[in-house]
């Protein structure tokens, strides 16, 4: 068995900054991480609100922070499978790809979200062939084409603008007879000539033969359905916590979200939680940054009163 | 410039060569983006894991990459990255858009045969 003081579940920016800050404290530290190191930070290609940097991309500040908890001791372990999980076990204890065990005393789960899909009939099969997730990655594959963005918040609205430089004609479909983005993003939409709306509804099916051809979109209120020709069809209806793996064990909320207190601490003790698997109102990579902080000072507090808590044990026994 | 640490295919003739050289070839095209990155990531380990399968990168906007973006496997893709798996120089299978370890490596044990150290144990 592999023991550190401290395993951090994921490695985006609150799990690398909680890396940066235990490792720093000369904390024993391991990230474990299951998909490619960075978050959701990997997937902006722009940051200009992270202070002190005018601008940056993701996958540049990603990797500076993985550089500066791999500089100060931090282990990462990434693209791996977590298979088995004990947190209320003393330590705590992981099971990676079926054959490795990881023990810990203290557990900082990191694990962050990823983006919502719609989950309808077609939307696998035609990921790639019509079907994105990503603007700035496939925006120029659809010049002069038809496209459909689907939601109402402030991604939807920003990347329908920005693919109206290659598109044809964007039409936004969202769920509500309203948006849930800013109003400086829906004015720009609605002022926008290439963009139309269809609200109140949704897609129910993706059809197409070798890539995607056409959708059938039911409107909500009425339940009435209608199929539409389209070339692509680019989804931003927010993110899903990726707290699956701790269902029954950790205090979720209807959204499966992790429930934390003030100290970033879970109903375990010993498991804390940062970033945006937690239930929290705002999810930017500024606000991951200081759950990362919280998380980790709070973990080292906890882990300076287990080894007094041993000591006195010790104390104890002889 | 891509920055990974894969193999750069910089031409068509260093694509051509590449295919002449290796049996199995794994080509990632594409840009630094986020699709693209966690790709690279995924290749970039498993270079290690899989000693005889050659993984290599071609970024996606020289003019050379028509090589990519015009085999026939890759004509309905409009997701980056395109990636291509040749095995003595043909096309065995190509996918479109981001991909996790898990979808890589079974598509590799599929076409290339299973890991290193997995046909050790065996």
Redesign the interface.
């Given at each position: 068995m592999n023991h550190y003081d401290a395993i951090i579940i994921g490695a985006g920016a609150a799990g690398l900054t909680t890396g940066i800050y235990l490792s720093r404290a000369k904390v024993k530290t391991l990230i474990l991480n299951e998909g490619a190191v960075g978050g959701q930070m990997v997937l902006t290609h722009e940051i200009a609100n992270y202070p002190g940097i005018e601008s940056i991309s993701g996958y540049e500040l990603a990797r500076n922070m993985k550089q500066q908890a791999l500089k100060f001791g931090c282990s990462i372990k990434s693209n791996i499978k977590i298979t088995s999980i004990d947190l209320n076990s003393t330590p705590k204890s992981f099971v990676v790809n079926d054959k490795n065990i990881y023990s810990a005393d203290v557990v900082i789960i990191a694990t962050g979200g990823r983006p919502r899909a719609l989950g309808v009939p077609g939307e696998d099969e035609f990921k790639g062939k019509g079907i994105s997730y990503c603007a700035t990655c496939d925006g120029d594959f659809f010049q002069d084409k038809e496209i459909i963005v689907v939601g109402g918040g402030n991604s939807a609205l920003e990347e329908a603008v920005s693919l109206t430089k290659y598109a044809s004609k964007v039409t936004i479909v969202h769920q509500f007879d309203h948006f849930q983005a800013f109003e400086h993003y829906v004015t720009e939409a609605k002022n926008n000539p290439k963009i139309n709306f269809i609200m109140e509804s949704k897609i129910i099916e993706f059809i197409g033969d070798e890539k995607l051809s056409s959708v059938k979109i039911q409107n909500q209120r009425t339940g009435d359905v209608s199929e539409k020709n389209v070339d692509g069809v680019f989804i931003f209806i927010g993110y899903v916590p990726n707290t699956e793996m701790f269902e029954g064990i950790l205090e979720l909320n209807q959204y499966k979200e992790i429930i934390v207190d003030k100290n970033l601490a879970t109903n375990i003790p010993g498991v804390f939680a940062a970033g945006d698997s937690i239930a929290k109102r705002y999810r930017q990579v500024t606000t991951a940054v200081g759950d990362g902080t919280i998380a980790a000072l709070s973990a080292a507090e906890y882990l300076n009163k287990f080894e007094k808590a041993e000591l006195v044990a010790d104390e104890a026994d002889s | 410039m891509l920055r990974t640490n894969l193999t750069h295919i910089l031409s068509e003739n260093e694509h051509t060569k590449l295919l002449q050289e290796n049996e199995n070839v794994m080509v990632c095209c594409g840009?630094?983006?986020?699709?693209?990155?966690?790709v690279y990531?995924?290749m970039e380990?498993l270079e290690t894991e899989y000693p005889h399968v050659k993984f290599a990168d071609m970024e996606f906007d020289i003019p050379d990459a028509r090589v990519i973006r015009n085999l026939p496997e890759c004509r309905?893709?409009?997701?980056?990255p395109f990636v291509v798996y040749y095995k003595n120089g043909k096309v065995v299978k190509a996918?479109?858009?981001i991909q996790?370890?898990?979808q890589i490596t079974s598509i590799l044990d599929q076409y290339f045969g299973k890991k290193v150290n997995e046909t050790a144990e065996k």
């Amino acid at each position: 068995m592999n023991h550190y003081d401290a395993i951090i579940i994921g490695a985006g920016a609150a799990g690398l900054t909680t890396g940066i800050y235990l490792s720093r404290a000369k904390v024993k530290t391991l990230i474990l991480n299951e998909g490619a190191v960075g978050g959701q930070m990997v997937l902006t290609h722009e940051i200009a609100n992270y202070p002190g940097i005018e601008s940056i991309s993701g996958y540049e500040l990603a990797r500076n922070m993985k550089q500066q908890a791999l500089k100060f001791g931090c282990s990462i372990k990434s693209n791996i499978k977590i298979t088995s999980i004990d947190l209320n076990s003393t330590p705590k204890s992981f099971v990676v790809n079926d054959k490795n065990i990881y023990s810990a005393d203290v557990v900082i789960i990191a694990t962050g979200g990823r983006p919502r899909a719609l989950g309808v009939p077609g939307e696998d099969e035609f990921k790639g062939k019509g079907i994105s997730y990503c603007a700035t990655c496939d925006g120029d594959f659809f010049q002069d084409k038809e496209i459909i963005v689907v939601g109402g918040g402030n991604s939807a609205l920003e990347e329908a603008v920005s693919l109206t430089k290659y598109a044809s004609k964007v039409t936004i479909v969202h769920q509500f007879d309203h948006f849930q983005a800013f109003e400086h993003y829906v004015t720009e939409a609605k002022n926008n000539p290439k963009i139309n709306f269809i609200m109140e509804s949704k897609i129910i099916e993706f059809i197409g033969d070798e890539k995607l051809s056409s959708v059938k979109i039911q409107n909500q209120r009425t339940g009435d359905v209608s199929e539409k020709n389209v070339d692509g069809v680019f989804i931003f209806i927010g993110y899903v916590p990726n707290t699956e793996m701790f269902e029954g064990i950790l205090e979720l909320n209807q959204y499966k979200e992790i429930i934390v207190d003030k100290n970033l601490a879970t109903n375990i003790p010993g498991v804390f939680a940062a970033g945006d698997s937690i239930a929290k109102r705002y999810r930017q990579v500024t606000t991951a940054v200081g759950d990362g902080t919280i998380a980790a000072l709070s973990a080292a507090e906890y882990l300076n009163k287990f080894e007094k808590a041993e000591l006195v044990a010790d104390e104890a026994d002889s | 410039m891509l920055r990974t640490n894969l193999t750069h295919i910089l031409s068509e003739n260093e694509h051509t060569k590449l295919l002449q050289e290796n049996e199995n070839v794994m080509v990632c095209c594409g840009r630094m983006g986020p699709m693209c990155i966690p790709v690279y990531e995924v290749m970039e380990e498993l270079e290690t894991e899989y000693p005889h399968v050659k993984f290599a990168d071609m970024e996606f906007d020289i003019p050379d990459a028509r090589v990519i973006r015009n085999l026939p496997e890759c004509r309905n893709f409009a997701g980056l990255p395109f990636v291509v798996y040749y095995k003595n120089g043909k096309v065995v299978k190509a996918t479109s858009s981001i991909q996790n370890r898990e979808q890589i490596t079974s598509i590799l044990d599929q076409y290339f045969g299973k890991k290193v150290n997995e046909t050790a144990e065996k």
